[in-house]
C-alpha cells in the first residue's frame, strides 16, 4: 500500500488540505478531494483537453499532473471563472455565440480560450485556430467556439 502525501492545493482562491497517493492526478483531486466536478475527464492521456485547467497562468491538462506537482501552484477551474452570477467574458461569448452542444468538452475549452485571452488578447485568428486545435469537440465542428473566442478577445481588450 502506498503511503499518502499531504497536500495543500489552493484552486479558485480556496485551500484544499488533502491526503492522496503520489500517483494521484491533479484531475482526479481536484473533482473527488476537493469536490469540483467541473474538471472534465475524458481521455486520461492529454489528447482530448477536456480536463484542462490553469496553472500559474498556463493552460495544463490535468489529467497528466499529480496533486504532488501543484502544491504551491495557483490552480483555476471552470468553476473560478465567473465573478458571482457575472459570467466570464469567455463563458458569456459561449453562450452569446452557441459555442457549445453536448457541453463535455466546454470546461476545458473555457480554461483554454482564458489562458490565451489573458495570455495574448490581440492574438491573431490563425495562432487562435491552432490553439485552440488542442482540444477536441465531437459535436459544434469548433466554427462556434472559434466565433465564440474572437468575441471574448473583442471585449478582453
Not at 497528466?64 to 471552470?78: C, D, K, P, W, Y
Request: aromatic share 4%; net charge negative.
Amino acid at each position: 500500500m502506498t503511503d499518502k502525501i499531504a497536500v495543500t492545493l489552493r484552486v479558485n482562491g480556496c485551500d484544499y488540505r488533502i491526503d492522496v497517493e503520489p500517483r494521484r492526478t491533479l484531475a482526479d483531486a481536484i473533482r473527488t478531494d476537493c469536490g469540483l466536478t467541473g474538471t472534465h475527464l475524458g481521455c486520461e492521456h492529454g489528447v482530448c483537453g477536456a480536463c484542462t485547467v490553469i496553472v500559474d497562468g498556463r493552460a495544463v491538462r490535468s489529467c497528466l499532473m499529480f496533486a504532488v506537482q501543484a502544491e504551491g501552484s495557483h490552480i483555476r477551474t471552470v468553476e473560478g471563472l465567473a465573478d458571482g452570477e457575472r459570467l466570464s467574458p469567455v463563458q458569456q461569448a459561449f453562450h452569446d455565440h452557441h459555442a457549445l452542444q453536448c457541453g463535455f468538452c466546454t470546461p476545458g475549452f473555457l480554461m483554454l480560450a482564458t489562458a490565451i485571452l489573458e495570455d495574448n488578447p490581440r492574438i491573431g485568428a490563425d495562432d487562435l485556430r491552432h490553439a485552440l486545435a488542442s482540444n477536441l469537440c465531437r459535436c459544434t465542428g469548433y466554427h462556434n467556439i472559434v466565433i465564440a473566442v474572437q468575441a471574448a478577445a473583442e471585449k478582453m481588450r
